[in-house]
């Protein structure tokens, strides 16, 4: 890797073994999600709520994307979000390489690819804090249809500071690998190192870059959809917050007519 250019630059710590920050930054992110899921998992209640409160999102995911999900152009690159960012799937053997291979990250792949894991990780990390508050919420809130329980667990949980860096974190994502689309000869790359990255424990990363790469280099430019998405989701999170609640549940309500049980 070095001969390609692919140098990072390490500092010592205290003990003087190498450290890298982009690994630091991957490793903490897994460690709070692995801390959540271990207190859900002791918690059968809260587990099966936390599923809820994500089936759901994931059914205003594709209703509030239902047309970029049948575009030709972007119908890759929402999806992609759909299971990687938004859906209910379990992504704990996801996490568990991510943690445990947190160097190994650093050391093995390029330095934008390793940029993208940790926004990855930063995502998923803030993402799942948020769905574990919402969860809380859930269980001491059970009355009314489910898009009037969850405003109502939204508005409880409160931290708009925390929604819109979510958003923020999500589209600089979307950036990163959009920039990896434009590196030369990445792809070729990727492809190479499906047998170390797999050696290395890494199959479910090297699955999510490659399926990311593609994704995006489909659009041929992401522009469009990245300011689709922060549009969608600004509004989305204005309204939770700021519209009467009748309206907001209106709102919803018939957003999810066609995808979701009310």
Not at 117 to 146: F, I, K, N, S
Request: proline share 3%; aromatic share 8%.
């Amino acid at each position: 890797m070095h001969s390609c250019g692919f140098n990072r630059a390490l500092h010592l710590d205290k003990l003087g073994v190498y450290m890298d920050p982009v690994a630091d930054r991957i490793r903490e992110a897994m460690q709070a999600v692995s801390l959540l899921r271990q207190s859900r998992m002791a918690d059968p209640e809260l587990h099966a709520a936390c599923l809820e409160v994500k089936r759901f999102q994931a059914q205003r995911f594709t209703a509030t994307y239902a047309d970029l999900l049948d575009s030709p152009r972007y119908q890759q690159a929402a999806h992609f979000f759909l299971n990687e960012l938004y859906g209910d799937k379990d992504y704990a053997q996801r996490d568990q390489q991510f943690s445990r291979i947190a160097n190994t990250i650093a050391r093995l792949f390029p330095k934008a690819v390793v940029e993208t894991a940790a926004a990855l990780a930063e995502v998923h990390a803030l993402t799942e804090a948020l769905d574990d508050r919402m969860a809380q919420q859930w269980l001491l809130d059970r009355a009314g249809g489910q898009a009037t329980r969850y405003i109502r667990c939204w508005r409880a949980v409160g931290d708009m500071a925390a929604r819109q860096r979510q958003l923020q974190v999500v589209l600089h994502l979307g950036q990163e690998l959009d920039h990896l689309t434009h590196m030369r000869g990445l792809r070729s790359l990727l492809k190479m190192m499906r047998t170390p990255a797999a050696a290395a424990g890494l199959s479910a990363l090297q699955n999510f870059l490659e399926v990311g790469f593609d994704a995006f280099a489909r659009m041929k430019g992401t522009t469009e959809f990245l300011n689709v998405v922060e549009a969608r989701e600004s509004a989305l999170i204005h309204s939770l917050f700021n519209d009467e609640a009748v309206a907001c549940e209106t709102f919803l309500l018939q957003l999810l007519a066609p995808t979701a049980p009310h």
